[in-house]
DNA sequence: TATAGTACTTTCCCAAAGGAAAGTGTTATA
DNA sequence: TATAACACTTTCCTTTGGGAAAGTACTATA
C-alpha cells in the first residue's frame, strides 16, 4: 500500500491568524482605524479620508469595529447633536499589523513596478 | 456659513495598506503561505493542514497566489505526475504580517475570553 | 425662506466568496 | 480485479461585500 505521508502541522500559526483575519475582515476595517487613529472622528472627515467609501458601508464597518472593541460611539447632546469616533486601547495593539502591512504594500509595489 | 474643517490625510499609510490588502484578501491566502512555508509542498497535504478549506477554494487560491509571485508551482514528470508548491522569496517578506496577525489573534481571543 | 451641514438609512442590484458534493483521469498496489 | 491516492474540476447554491443613488431628520446660517 502506498505510504501516506502525514502533512506537516501548522495549526499553532493559522488558527489565531485566522482569529485576527476574523475580525480584520474585508477592505475597510483598518483604513478606518488608521483613519480614526490619526484624529478624524467624524463621520464625514473618515468618509473624505478614506477614497472610495460610500456611507453605507462607513456605517456598517463602524458598528462592527464598535462590537469588537476597537472603537468607540460618543454621542454629545446639543442643539446639533454630535457624534464622534475615538479608537480603544485595544485598538492601538493592532499598530503592529498596520505597519507590517504598510512596509509590504511599499515593498510590492515596488516589486512589481520594477518588473514591468 | 458653517466653516468647514479639512479631515486630517492618512493616505500616506492607508494607500500601501491597501495594496497590502488587494493581494492577502480573503480568509485563505494567509494560511496557504503558512502552510506551504511550513513545508507543505502536495495540494492534498496543504489541504488537509487547513481545517474548513474545500479543494475548489485550494485550487483558486493557489492559481492567484501563483500570479502574484509568492509561490512556485512545479510539475514533476514521471509515472504519477507530481505537482509542487514552495513559498517564493518574495514570500519571505509576507513573515512581519504573519506574526503580527498572530500575536494579535492571541492577544484578542484572550481579551475576549477575560471578559466573557 | 432657502440652503447647507451632519449622520446616517434605505433600496436596489451585482459580483465575488465560499460551502457541499460528486466526478475525472491516471497510476499503483493489494 | 478492485481499491485507493493524487490533483484537481464541475456543478449548484447561498452568503457576504460592496457600489450607486436617493432619502431622512434635524439644526444653523445667509
Redesign the pocket.
Known amino acids: 500500500?502506498?505510504v501516506?505521508?502525514a502533512h506537516s502541522s501548522c495549526l499553532d500559526t493559522v488558527k489565531p491568524v485566522r482569529d485576527a483575519l476574523d475580525v480584520l475582515?474585508?477592505?475597510?476595517k483598518l483604513p478606518i482605524i488608521i483613519s480614526i487613529g490619526v484624529g478624524n472622528d467624524?463621520?464625514?472627515d473618515i468618509q473624505e479620508s478614506i477614497p472610495?467609501?460610500?456611507?453605507?458601508?462607513l456605517?456598517k464597518e463602524?458598528k462592527e469595529l464598535e462590537q469588537h472593541q476597537l472603537i468607540n460611539r460618543i454621542i454629545t447632546e446639543g442643539?446639533?447633536v454630535?457624534?464622534?469616533y475615538h479608537t480603544t486601547k485595544h485598538s492601538e495593539t493592532l499598530w503592529p499589523i498596520i505597519y507590517a502591512l504598510k512596509d509590504w504594500g511599499l515593498h510590492h509595489r515596488k516589486k512589481i513596478f520594477n518588473q514591468a
Open positions: 500500500m502506498a501516506k505521508k475582515n474585508g477592505k475597510w467624524r463621520f464625514t472610495g467609501i460610500s456611507p453605507k458601508v456605517a463602524l442643539y446639533p454630535k457624534v464622534s
